[in-house]
């Protein structure tokens, strides 16, 4: 008999373990999400994506911020889950809560835990310079992240991949990796493990002032800052007194004498100094503009001359 289950997440990186319950013929009690969010330039209330797909697949949906409140405990208890599965909902899950389904709670981690705990671990394994990533399904416990190993599986991160690149794949690896756990006869039990909590490390949430980009450090620590913040908030530097946003980049390995900073149009393209080597803007965006590639701000603002990126 299929199991029934609570599914509670938020943002996009949710959305292909939910479809993919469905499409197994897993029965959903319930979508719990967070609630709508003012979005944009308008600030206009939009739906978290979970809630987008749950309404396209007619699923029941609660939204609520908050796990803790009496009346949405109640309501859970209500929909007698036999399990629940967690992925990314950006709300702790307390104790009452998880002891409300028979076999417990599930989540789906966008890292190889004990490493990247918290929630931004995509982002930060892509600022670092890590070069595998992974998803991990654990029991859900009252530690940050901290619960028990039921299975994790492993995701090459390559040079130029950026958050949004790689959280589609670890989405969808996520996923498969829930369907294996949902399959095994005690729902993983006999691979539970503990973690070893001395090698934790932690994911702070990205603020959007991470995205300064100090050109004195070396290309590739730049490199990472902008492929980690993209698609959100963005690394950013000033021209002219303008905000500019650096989507995308690469490690320029010929020498250039360029000062940390000091921008180029050589080539037709848009170099910039740094501590070390050069970087190659592909893509930036100046505010209000639409995004361009470098060659085309090149044309556009350098026209031949070399300038300087700096802080305000």
Not at 230 to 239: E, G, I, Q, R, S
Request: hydrophobic content about 45%; charged content about 20%.
């Amino acid at each position: 008999m299929s199991k029934r289950i609570v599914y509670m997440g938020s943002p996009s990186f949710a959305v292909p373990p939910l479809l993919a319950l469905v499409q197994n013929n897993y029965s959903i009690a319930a979508v719990f999400t967070q609630p709508d969010m003012p979005a944009g330039r308008g600030r206009a209330l939009t739906p978290p994506p979970v809630k987008l797909a749950a309404e396209k697949l007619g699923l029941p949906i609660v939204q609520a911020r908050s796990l803790k409140d009496k009346e949405v405990e109640e309501r859970l208890a209500r929909l007698a889950p036999d399990l629940i599965v967690v992925v990314a909902y950006a709300a702790f899950l307390p104790l009452a809560v998880r002891k409300i389904p028979p076999c417990g709670c599930l989540n789906i981690h966008a890292s190889l835990l004990p490493r990247y705990r918290g929630g931004a671990p995509i982002h930060w394994a892509i600022v670092n310079g890590e070069r595998d990533t992974g998803v991990t399904i654990m029991r859900m416990a009252s530690g940050l992240d901290a619960g028990d190993i039921i299975k994790q599986a492993q995701l090459p991160i390559s040079e130029e991949a950026t958050t949004g690149e790689v959280t589609e794949l670890l989405s969808t690896l996520g996923a498969g990796l829930l369907l294996d756990v949902l399959s095994l006869p005690d729902l993983g039990e006999s691979l539970r493990r503990p973690q070893e909590h001395a090698l934790a490390t932690y994911a702070r949430n990205i603020k959007k002032e991470d995205g300064y980009v100090d050109w004195q450090l070396d290309a590739t620590r730049i490199h990472n800052l902008i492929r980690g913040l993209n698609p959100w908030p963005l690394a950013y530097t000033y021209f002219e007194g303008q905000y500019l946003r650096v989507l995308r980049s690469q490690v320029v390995h010929a020498k250039l004498s360029l000062r940390p900073g000091e921008v180029s149009s050589a080539h037709d393209g848009l170099y910039v100094g740094t501590g070390d080597k050069a970087l190659l803007l592909l893509q930036v965006q100046l505010a209000g503009k639409r995004v361009m590639t470098g060659a085309e701000f090149s044309r556009g603002y350098l026209q031949g001359r070399n300038a300087m990126f700096h802080s305000i």
